[in-house]
């Protein structure tokens, strides 16, 4: 199957930066997408920022102009950069694939365990 780990969150003070990283893994046969979501208490998980299965990137409106995702030097890794963070970036950001493993030959979507994002005024 796929393993998706996390790393780099923390807590921060407001206008301050932190990196993300996800790193893919396992019995990976083709891997269509990769990119970031999160989730605040109480709040519906949301797109931050991906790599799309066209070759493309999507950004939430939120975000654009302060988050870039970028592909690892390592291979199956990405990068979320956040710079100027806001208090209202508080949340669990998840990293998600669409990958197809050897296992279960169809598309599927893949989750990190998350990596909590805490922003101070």
């Known amino acids: 199957q796929v393993q998706l780990v996390e790393s780099g969150g923390g807590l921060v003070q407001a206008g301050g930066s932190l990196r993300l990283s996800c790193a893919a893994s396992g019995s990976i046969i083709i891997l269509n997408a990769m990119g970031w979501y999160r989730q605040a208490p109480g709040k519906q998980r949301e797109l931050v920022a991906a790599f799309t299965r066209g070759g493309g990137t999507d950004y939430a409106d939120s975000v654009k102009g302060r988050f870039t995702i970028r592909r690892g030097s390592a291979e199956n890794t990405v990068y979320l950069q956040m710079n100027s963070l806001k208090p209202e970036d508080t949340a669990v950001f998840y990293c998600?694939?669409?990958?197809?493993?050897?296992?279960?030959?169809?598309?599927?979507?893949?989750w990190g365990q998350g990596t909590q994002v805490t922003v101070s005024s």
């Open positions: 998600a694939a669409d990958a197809v493993a050897y296992e279960t030959p169809i598309n599927k979507r893949y």
